[in-house]
């Protein structure tokens, strides 16, 4: 099977894909809170899959919350490795189609993994076996209502490329979790955060989310020309400041 590789971006994940520490606060929150309503136990075991740098995940471990976390990417597992936090995650590198655990954690957590794994359902199996409640969920800035971001997806289909579909929408893991007798709570939250439209521009010019790496490159140079000259018909500059949200989702199966 051919995994997506995250190695390519592990060094600037963190920084591209960043959201403002009171939304990582709130989803920190929201599960500990659960684990306590839900488990009178002393300690807590949690099990990330797809934990990648540990970019929102990382907050979770206390010292009465034990953090595992297990990802496909031994470099994104290199960058968690370098940060200093308090309760050190226990991690390896292995693939969520083949998790070598069982019945051993109170939650398991997948924060922007099913997404990205084709066969999503397998995925939802194995995490089935390993604990009795799961979370499933975004923290996110929202680069996808951008209109520079908008701008470029019009392009780059007009010159005839097709995004492809992966993983799981939201819509097709709750479905399928529903279907095996679970039931969903979903919770949310939302910040506003000011950044420069040169920071988006830079995100796209760069390949950098994941949905653009398989954007081929000679067409990506003549989407960014075209994207060049219609900011400028249009007016926009790439060092106005604008307001966008970032967001946390989570939907909870137990
Ligand atoms: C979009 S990143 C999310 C990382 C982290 N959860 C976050 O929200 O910042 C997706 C992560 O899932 C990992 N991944 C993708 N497919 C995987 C698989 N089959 N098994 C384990 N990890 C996988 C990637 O290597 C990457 O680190």
């Known amino acids: 099977m051919k995994y997506i590789s ?4 592990a060094n600037v994940y963190d920084y591209s894909r960043r959201v403002p520490q009171e939304l990582v606060e709130s989803m920190r929150n929201s599960i500990h809170k659960f684990l306590h309503n839900k488990f009178s136990d002393p300690v807590f075991r949690i099990l990330s899959v797809g934990i990648g740098t ?8 206390l010292k009465n919350i034990d953090l595992f976390g297990l990802d496909i990417s031994q470099l994104m597992l290199e960058e968690l490795r370098k940060k200093t936090i308090t309760y050190q995650p226990f991690i390896a590198v292995a693939d969520a ?3 070598p655990f069982r ?27 390993i604990s009795e409640t799961i979370v499933i ?11 520079i971001y908008i701008n470029y997806m019009e392009i780059i289909q007009n010159l005839g490329w097709q995004k492809g579909t992966r993983g799981a929408t939201r819509d097709d893991y709750i479905t399928y979790l529903l279907e ?7 919770e949310t939250d939302e ?4 950044y420069k439209n040169l920071e988006v521009y830079d995100t796209i010019k760069n390949q950098s989310p994941s949905n653009l790496w398989n954007v081929p ?14 900011l400028k018909t249009k007016g926009i500059n790439l060092d106005d400041q604008i307001t966008a949200k970032s967001y946390l989702y989570l939907n909870y199966f137990s």
């Open 54 to 61: 540990g970019r929102v995940e990382s907050s979770l471990s």
């Open 6 to 9: 995250f190695d390519r971006v």
């Open 137 to 147: 969920g975004e923290v996110f800035g929202d680069l996808y209502s951008n209109p």
């Open 217 to 230: 490159k000679n067409l990506h140079l003549k989407a960014m020309n075209k994207l060049n000259s219609e």
């Open 191 to 194: 910040v506003d955060v000011k």
């Open 103 to 129: 019945k051993f954690f109170h939650l398991t957590i997948l924060i922007h993994l099913i997404n990205l794994v084709p066969n999503y359902k397998q995925v939802l199996d194995e995490i089935l076996d």
């Open 180 to 186: 095996k007798g679970y039931t969903v709570k979903t």
């Open 97 to 99: 189609n083949f998790i």
